[in-house]
């Protein structure tokens, strides 16, 4: 029993370090001038969400937080309204983990769907109320990284998650 707890933990780093990678080299892909890039790193997130169960995969996307400070060199503070880091990432990184609740439909992942939508929904709502950006202003802006990065976890989740063992931890 010990031993499957410590092989889980493993799991997690290695897919809290996968985040890291990939959503620094997402950075090299380009990024929106105030913040939002190609979502490369919510890959691992949905890997170890189906991977290892949603609590693991939450639990990765949350982790991603502080790995994303100490890695950008952004910190949070005190004029940034809770609200506004709540909106931002808890609930944008966080839902990731939750894809392997949803059915899938054929072979098409509908957690990985939802998961992006809210995600998009979540920074869309921030924007038009902590950043005081107008509601359609601020659905094109987040729209035009988040659409890329739900059409890639589509296209690519089956892909990667054909190529997991099929043993269940």
Excluded: C, E
């Amino acid at each position: 029993m010990k031993r499957d707890r410590v092989v889980v933990l493993v799991y997690v780093a290695v897919y809290s370090a996968l985040f890291i990678v990939l959503d620094y080299a997402a950075r090299f892909l380009g990024s929106m001038p105030n913040g939002g890039s190609l979502g490369l790193g919510s890959l691992a997130i949905l890997t170890a969400a189906y991977h290892l169960g949603w609590k693991n995969g939450v639990l990765v996307g949350l982790i991603s937080i502080p790995l994303q400070y100490l890695v950008s060199g952004f910190w949070f503070t005190p004029t940034w309204p809770i609200i506004g880091f709540v909106l931002d990432y808890v609930i944008p990184f966080g839902v990731y983990g939750l894809a392997p609740l949803f059915p899938d439909w054929k072979r098409v992942k509908v957690g990985v769907i939802v998961t992006n939508l809210i995600r998009l929904a979540s920074h869309i709502v921030v924007g038009a109320l902590l950043w005081n950006v107008p509601w359609w202003g601020s659905v094109t802006y987040n729209a035009g990284y988040m659409i890329p990065t739900l059409i890639l976890g589509v296209v690519l989740m089956p892909l990667i998650l054909s190529r997991l063992p099929k043993k269940t931890l």
